[in-house]
């Protein structure tokens, strides 16, 4: 089934064709109107009820021909600002946040998730090591005064997660007034402590945006993570972050839980967020998740949950055709680039369909144990482009 991508307009989102979301929106949908003033952030694929893809060919919604939800929601995200800063609860937190707040928290589920940069992405991950927490707290001194000499001393005597905990408590509940004026002060006085760091133009930006907003704060205890085209980061619940740039590839659970403490209009409950969030700290080097490569032309994103994996396609355009072998559950394809045919199996017997930058498929259960990718019988010319397309499905490469 061909399918037609939900499209969001939050405010954070590139504005018209600079948009890779709207880009992908106007080659997936005949019917899609272009508005150079209107910010395109996130398509939707897959089952959730605040973004239900639509099949093409009768308009139903997917939830509908397959009478079940899919185990995760598949996007494209293209982000011009920053994102706010949050963290995702677990499963046994998104239930009880649920059950006390559904006007918040939409569902009961958890929200892992993977990010696979299309661009070179920009990226809060983590928090960074305590020992350099302190030295950033150490260096620009109207921080360390808006925390206070002592939760400053403790991370002194003992630099771990506890006495980040401690600290980031603090900033994250002072008054705003106060937020503001620190950042104004680091701003005025500290340009070439920022430099030197490689924080100016992130903290120039966010600042910007956000201005008086403690997330600007965040930037000296979180992981500012710098991702390639092609790399990948993946958030288990509870990892603070916050996306900052960039086009992604974002795979998750089927869940729209967020709980967000800054960089946003939107409610803070920071109370939530510090009772959820992970202190453990690691270098950022460490965030990028590495793929499993299957052969030249398949690499999968594997994480450590089995509501999702990421196939990521790239055929070469010698290859006449390429076999890729899958299982039995219900995956969704979308195409960056280049023209292939699919064959597959489906309940209707056998079947052909033309793929093209911005198509959208579900492949179906009875499609396995192999989907094949073709070049076109009346293409005698071999396309100077690869084939690159991403497939999420189930996570059936790992035993549960």
């Known amino acids: 089934m061909e399918l037609t991508g939900w499209v969001k307009n939050y405010d954070w989102g590139r504005r018209g064709i600079n948009s890779a979301v709207a880009q992908l929106a106007m080659a997936n949908d005949p019917d899609f109107r272009l508005n150079e003033e209107e910010p395109y952030a996130e398509m939707w694929m897959g089952t959730h009820v605040c973004g239900v893809s639509v099949v093409k060919e009768t308009g139903e919604t997917l939830d509908r021909v397959l009478k079940t939800d899919l185990s995760y929601l598949f996007k494209v995200l293209s982000i011009n600002q920053a994102l706010s800063i ?176 800054g960089l946003t209009p939107k409610y803070k409950d920071v109370d939530q967020l510090l009772e959820s969030v992970i202190f453990e700290s690691r270098h950022p080097d460490r965030k990028e998740f590495i793929p499993y490569h299957v052969d030249e032309q398949v690499q999968v994103y594997i994480p450590p949950v089995p509501d999702f994996a990421v196939i990521h396609v790239n055929i070469h355009p010698s290859l006449q055709s390429y076999k890729l072998q899958i299982q039995a559950f219900g995956s969704i394809l979308i195409v960056l680039k280049g023209s292939r045919v699919l064959r597959l199996q489906t309940n209707q017997g056998p079947k052909e369909i033309t793929l093209t930058r911005g198509s959208i498929v579900y492949i179906p259960v009875e499609a396995a144990p192999e989907i094949e990718f073709a070049r076109a019988d009346d293409c005698d010319d071999v396309d100077d482009d690869d084939f690159t397309g991403y497939i999420a499905t189930s996570n059936y490469f790992r035993v549960p």
């Open 86 to 261: 949050q963290v995702h609860p677990n499963k046994c937190e998104a239930e009880r946040l649920h059950r006390e707040r559904p006007d918040i928290y939409k569902d009961p589920n958890h929200k892992p998730e993977l990010a696979i940069a299309l661009t070179p992405f920009l990226a809060l991950v983590g928090f960074q090591p305590a020992r350099d927490i302190k030295d950033n707290i150490d260096e620009f001194q109207p921080l360390s005064q808006l925390i206070g000499p002592e939760a400053v001393d403790q991370l002194h005597e003992a630099p771990n997660a506890d006495s980040v905990k401690l600290c980031y408590a603090k900033l994250m509940k002072t008054d705003d007034a106060d937020i503001a004026r620190c950042i104004k002060a680091i701003a005025k006085d500290y340009q070439k402590e920022l430099k030197s760091n490689g924080l100016l133009e992130v903290f120039t930006n966010v600042s910007k945006v956000f201005p008086g907003d403690v997330g600007v704060l965040s930037l000296f205890f979180l992981n500012l993570v710098r991702l390639k085209p092609g790399q990948a980061i993946y958030l288990g619940a509870n990892e603070i972050h916050a996306y900052l740039d960039g086009d992604c590839v974002e795979c998750m659970a089927c869940s729209d839980n967020v709980i967000r403490a």
